[in-house]
């Protein structure tokens, strides 16, 4: 009887497995911090004083998420509406590489945590674009949040036509876990500036001037919305003298598009080809790919500032290093990269397979 039982559970395991996706793209090195599922206050209309994490939402209705906003009481209603969610933070999450997902949402979205903008996709009119086939993953940076109070997401949406709202995926803050994580990791406050100078990339160039942003983030949330084209960023930061007898591999996360990197004005990588003429569109996926460079023999100066400077190029919406890994690692770290990832993937899978079993 045991025996006919386990066979039984064994298939319907296998079963269930074979008809969700092996691995979801979105859930691979991630791991939930808070379920966000559930009930968010809702309000037809647009009124920007809703991204205000003081506004009183009290009076506003509550609507399930993720669902279309038709099943849930709003049957043919296209238009602009807004979600809320208040939650509490935890000091513990500080050190985390912090990522909020809101999963698709048709048409267009801003979301603002407490009040900042941390993302957007699509464009609302007059300039209209939808993005309803875009998954969302935004980066929060810990400093925008209360740990010791309350919290408020607030997401801004348009719908053109046919179903609205944030309609399907997963939904919550989740913590980054990268393939591999940087033994010396870089800051997280950069200098930045819009337009190119070769001369920018050189360690003694004076940037006391230029901007500071957050990295990684798009450069669209900090004051750079829609800027499309050259831009570079520059940091300095110190390697221990333990390390001179390491390889060490620079990793400079994911860039949107196309990037030139120089250690000390000398340059150790890139990917994709800068263009001498202005591009609105690619085909390449050069965006999506984590930028991994080997330093060469004598770049680095150990035990004292090293500069490192990218050139990036953005063709159209994102732009700017918009995702980690950032720092150094040593080559023997680097290559036990691959069965760290493969257990983390199995690991979000079945987060991911219990979720949508038991939602």
Not at 50 to 73: C, H, L, M, N, T
Not at 275 to 281: A, L
Not at 312 to 339: A, K
Request: glycine share 8%; hydrophobic share 35%.
């Amino acid at each position: 009887m045991k025996k006919k039982f386990l066979v039984a559970s064994m298939a319907a395991i296998f079963m269930i497995t074979a008809a969700y996706p092996l691995i979801s793209a979105h859930a691979a090195d991630t791991r939930r911090l808070l379920n966000m599922r559930g009930h968010w206050k809702f309000n037809l209309g647009d009124n920007p004083s809703w991204s205000d994490p003081k506004f009183d939402d009290r009076e506003w209705s509550e609507i399930y998420v993720p669902a279309q906003w038709e099943d849930e009481g709003y049957p043919g209603y296209d238009g602009y509406a807004w979600y809320r969610k208040h939650f509490k933070a935890s000091d513990s999450w500080r050190a985390k590489d912090l990522l909020l997902e809101l999963g698709m949402i048709d048409d267009v979205d801003e979301v603002y945590v407490n009040g900042q903008l941390v993302g957007n996709t699509g464009s609302f009119p007059p300039e209209y674009e939808t993005a309803y086939n875009a998954y969302r993953q935004y980066s929060i940076p810990f400093a925008v949040l209360n740990p010791d109070g309350d919290n408020v997401i607030a997401v801004r949406v348009f719908d053109d036509h046919g179903v609205g709202g944030i309609v399907d995926g997963r939904v919550g803050i989740y913590e980054r876990r990268y393939f591999v994580d940087p033994d010396i990791p870089l800051p997280v406050t950069w200098k930045f500036k819009t337009g190119d100078d070769m001369d920018w990339k050189e360690a003694g160039y004076e940037d006391s001037d230029w901007k500071e942003v957050r990295v990684p983030a798009n450069w669209e949330t900090q004051g750079f919305r829609g800027y499309d084209g050259y831009a570079w960023y520059r940091v300095t930061f110190k390697v221990p003298s333990e390390y001179k007898d390491e390889n060490l591999i620079m990793l400079v996360g994911k860039i949107d598009d196309f990037d030139e990197v120089y250690l000390n004005g000398k340059r150790i990588g890139r990917t994709g080809s800068m263009p001498k003429y202005k591009m609105t569109s690619t085909n390449s996926n050069d965006y999506n790919q984590v930028r991994a460079y080997t330093i060469p023999s004598g770049v680095l100066r150990f035990g004292d500032q090293n500069t490192l400077a990218v050139r990036v190029y953005d063709c159209w919406q994102g732009g700017g290093i918009y995702e980690g890994p950032l720092g150094l690692v040593t080559r023997q770290h680097y290559r036990s990269r691959n069965y760290r990832h493969t257990f983390r993937n199995v690991e979000s899978w079945f987060e991911n397979l219990f979720d949508d079993i038991f939602r």
